[in-house]
Nanobody, 121 residues
């Protein structure tokens, strides 16, 4: 089970840190990704990290602003979001896979319930 948290409302330029806590799985064996879905839009890949944390990848739209990291001892993955923009408003989901980190949602077997991030002035 994956539990995403940390969403909220923030002004443009602000920061939030999302957390994805994993239970019932041993996080050390899973790559984790963050996706987001804005109202009326398709689910979009944001970032992913390998089980070891050595490999990360992120979408061009968030590169330089968002950072994905993990703490396997805490069974938790994080998404640090800085310099938030209006277009970052979405429900953010975390997902887990035993495969290599991927941008394709079809590669992920477990999904969290989502946490809402609202960026507004």
């Amino acid at each position: 089970q994956l539990q995403a948290s940390g969403g909220g409302s923030v002004q443009p330029g602000g920061s939030l840190r999302l957390s994805c806590e994993v239970s019932g799985l041993s996080l050390r064996y899973y790559a984790i990704a963050w996706y987001r879905q804005a109202p009326g839009k398709e689910r979009e890949f944001v970032a992913a990290i390998s089980w070891s944390g050595r490999i990360t990848t992120c979408a061009n739209s968030v590169k330089g602003r968002f950072t994905i990291s993990r703490d396997n001892a805490k069974n938790t993955t994080y998404l640090q979001m800085n310099s938030l923009k209006l277009e970052d408003t979405a429900v953010y989901y975390c997902a887990a896979t035993e495969r290599h980190p991927s941008a394709s949602p079809r590669d992920y077997d477990y999904w969290g319930q989502g946490t809402l991030v609202t960026v507004s002035s």
